[in-house]
């Protein structure tokens, strides 16, 4: 065996035992979010401290190094194996190990100190945690900096992390394109006559989870590798042949639990659909953050929210109930895509969810560069959100405290959300016209045909093309916000008779 053979060899079992640690790491934090005993926390924090210290070694081994410069690759799936592992090897060793281990601590202490400020409505509760976080993710970007990552901006290199390759730049540029056509559509339809009706009623926690495990069926999802379980920030976890996904429930919003879960299913199963043969590389998870929500959104809205699959979910609907508030399945339609007013992200429909994320990542990189203090984040959200929004934030939980990504140090993660409507709206284009009988499908509540094109030409690839390129190749056409734009105002403009 070759030196250059036998070093490709080594460095894939270290690997992959690398990326075993990582799941069994990701394990421990799906627990803490869905079933973990509350008086826990700190023991819990400990645990994903040592974890991490465990895995910051294992990412910054000299030996991985010298691997990396004795390998040499045999084919395309080998360089970007090779690629991807150097890269993590350079981000890791660029970070102190106590840093990440007290940031591992810190993070998981944060969630449940967030999540019981948020339930008080007590923002002073939190904001004394989160400016600790900040300052460690100020010296993590410093650290990443140094080391030649983002071109020398700290948030760049805080985004990288989530979308390798993109730019704060490069955002602008986007959001830009996009704001005037979003915010035009928005006072279009909120000035329109005869809006649709909100659906009226109670919904028990028991029936909405019937109706959410129908609807993840409906979609694809392997119950044998995969289980629903309740979180207060719904989200997705795992990867090969464990990924788990979870809802909540709001008992007047059934829509809340209903398309959460269809969005954490679209997350789900693009790592269940990535090609068994990556499992324990770097090229087993998602390539990106903005491609994973480009396949949580696509299955949330393009095909959960069109009038295909929502005819289907209202006679489930209907159903279970007795009856709806509304009259018929185009009326049930047209009430999935109400168009109101909201301080909700996650509830937000799809012509005002990006100005969400637009104000979160303005607010995010004023918060990393120091230009705006924690201290000062409630009334700077609350002065944003009546500019961008025209409504004064009610209470904390419905304002800086909605989120859980700031408690567990995501910063650089939001844009993401945009970037991938922006993915989903390309794809959504590639996808219609190469499955132009999906509605028939998604009309009998069987999304097979749509999933499979996507597992085909995006799933199954996992990190074997960076995230640009892998859309690109999927759509066979450059990404753009056009397409995401047209349909949006095309099916809004239907549904208000705009």
């Known amino acids: 065996m070759s030196n250059s053979t036998s070093a490709m060899v080594e460095l894939m079992a270290f690997q992959r035992q690398t990326e075993a640690l990582s799941a069994v790491a990701e394990r421990l934090a799906w627990d803490q979010e869905t079933v973990m005993p509350r008086g826990a926390a700190e023991q819990r924090s400990e645990e994903m401290a040592a974890m991490e210290a465990v895995l910051h070694e294992r990412r910054t081994d000299p030996r991985l190094g010298e691997w990396l410069n004795a390998a040499t690759?045999?084919?395309?799936?080998?360089?970007?194996?090779?690629?991807?592992?150097?890269?993590?090897?350079?981000?890791?060793?660029?970070?102190?190990?106590?840093?990440?281990?007290?940031?591992?601590?810190?993070?998981?202490?944060?969630?449940?100190?967030?999540?019981?400020?948020?339930?008080?409505?007590?923002?002073?509760?939190?904001?004394?945690?989160?400016?600790?976080?900040?300052?460690?993710?100020?010296?993590?970007?410093?650290?990443?900096?140094?080391?030649?990552?983002g071109g020398g901006d700290a948030y760049d290199a805080l985004l990288d992390d989530y979308e390798p390759g993109m730019t704060q730049a490069e955002l602008e540029t986007l959001y830009a394109e996009m704001r005037p056509r979003l915010v035009s559509l928005r006072e279009d339809v909120l000035g329109a006559e005869n809006p649709p009706a909100a659906l009226e009623g109670r919904f028990p926690q028991e029936m909405q989870l019937r109706l959410a495990r129908a609807c993840a069926t409906a979609f694809?999802?392997?119950?044998?590798?995969?289980?629903?379980?309740?979180?207060?920030?719904?989200?997705?976890?795992?990867?090969?042949?464990?990924?788990?996904?979870?809802?909540?429930?709001?008992?007047?919003?059934?829509?809340?639990?209903?398309?959460?879960?269809?969005?954490?299913?679209?997350?789900?199963s693009y790592e269940l659909g990535i090609d068994p043969d990556h499992a324990f590389t770097p090229l087993g998870r998602g390539v990106s953050?903005?491609?994973?929500?480009?396949?949580?959104?696509?299955?949330?809205?393009?095909?959960?929210?069109?009038?295909?699959?929502?005819?289907?979910?209202?006679?489930?609907?209907?159903?279970?109930?007795?009856?709806?508030?509304?009259?018929?399945?185009?009326?049930?339609?047209?009430?999935?895509?109400?168009?109101?007013?909201?301080?909700?992200?996650?509830?937000?429909?799809?012509?005002?969810?990006?100005?969400?994320?637009?104000?979160?990542?303005?607010?995010?990189?004023?918060?990393?560069?120091?230009?705006?203090?924690?201290?000062?984040?409630?009334?700077?959200?609350?002065?944003?959100?009546?500019?961008?929004?025209?409504?004064?934030?009610?209470?904390?939980a419905n304002g800086m405290l909605q989120d859980v990504h700031w408690s567990v140090g995501l910063f650089g993660y939001f844009p993401t959300y945009a970037l991938g409507n922006v993915y989903a709206g390309c794809l959504n284009e590639a996808m219609r016209a190469a499955v132009p009988d999906l509605d028939e499908s998604l009309a009998r509540g069987e999304a097979g045909p749509g999933v499979e094109w996507l597992r085909e030409n995006l799933q199954r690839h996992g990190g074997l093309l960076p995230p640009r390129e892998l859309v690109e190749t999927a759509t066979g056409a450059a990404v753009s916000p056009e397409p995401l734009l047209d349909y949006l105002e095309e099916k809004f403009g239907a549904i208000y008779g705009l």
Request: glycine share 8%.
């Open 220 to 268: 694809g999802y392997d119950w044998n590798r995969g289980r629903l379980d309740m979180a207060v920030h719904p989200f997705s976890s795992g990867r090969w042949q464990d990924s788990r996904i979870s809802t909540r429930v709001v008992e007047a919003d059934p829509f809340n639990c209903i398309y959460s879960t269809i969005h954490e299913v679209g997350h789900s």
């Open 73 to 149: 690759p045999e084919s395309d799936r080998e360089a970007r194996i090779l690629e991807l592992i150097g890269r993590e090897f350079a981000r890791a060793s660029a970070i102190p190990a106590d840093l990440a281990t007290e940031m591992a601590r810190l993070t998981s202490l944060a969630q449940g100190i967030w999540a019981q400020a948020r339930a008080n409505d007590a923002p002073g509760d939190f904001l004394p945690t989160l400016d600790q976080i900040v300052v460690l993710k100020q010296d993590e970007a410093a650290a990443l900096v140094a080391a030649g990552f």
């Open 289 to 396: 953050m903005g491609v994973h929500e480009s396949q949580s959104r696509i299955y949330e809205n393009q095909m959960g929210r069109g009038r295909a699959f929502t005819g289907w979910l209202y006679q489930r609907m209907s159903d279970m109930m007795g009856g709806l508030s509304v009259a018929d399945a185009d009326a049930f339609y047209r009430t999935v895509n109400r168009v109101q007013p909201g301080y909700i992200r996650t509830e937000a429909d799809e012509v005002q969810y990006n100005l969400h994320i637009m104000m979160r990542f303005d607010l995010e990189r004023d918060l990393i560069s120091g230009r705006l203090s924690v201290d000062d984040l409630p009334e700077a959200w609350n002065a944003r959100f009546l500019k961008d929004f025209g409504a004064a934030v009610d209470r904390p």
